[in-house]
């Protein structure tokens, strides 16, 4: 049973950096592509981040690019997503996903992530 658990939000200011950490447990991580998404309410989850199995494919929302990066690290089981120069906008829930399909392209459409996290609050403020 694959079981992830996201750390590292928190409440900062607008500008500021946060580092999330998803732990991917059950199965081996290298097997599965990951991604990142965020949700406020009333709004559909939104992939922020998304990188395959291999590392070798990764894709941002037009909102986050050149200032997210999301990166793996497969010895230690755990996906990253560095968020610099936050907005309040960047506020919402952050999750975690870990998709079984090796693919080659990453993706991002949650309906293609078969494992998810709890989530983490990111708060930004002004």
């Known amino acids: 049973q694959v079981q992830l658990e996201e750390s590292g939000g928190g409440l900062v200011q607008a500008g500021g950096s946060l580092r999330l950490s998803c732990i991917l447990s059950g199965r081996t991580f290298s097997n599965y592509g990951m991604a990142w998404f965020r949700q406020t309410p009333g709004k559909e989850r939104e992939c922020v981040a998304a990188i395959t199995w291999s590392g070798g494919s990764t894709l941002y929302a037009d909102s986050v690019k050149g200032r997210f990066t999301i990166s793996r690290d497969n010895a230690k089981n755990t996906v990253y997503l560095e968020m610099n120069s936050l907005k309040p906008e960047d506020t919402a829930v952050y999750y975690c996903?870990?998709?079984?399909?090796?693919?080659?392209?990453?993706?991002?459409?949650?309906?293609?992530?078969?494992?998810w996290g709890q989530g983490t609050q990111v708060t930004v403020s002004s």
């Open positions: 996903a870990a998709d079984e399909a090796r693919t080659i392209v990453a993706v991002t459409s949650p309906f293609k992530y078969d494992y």
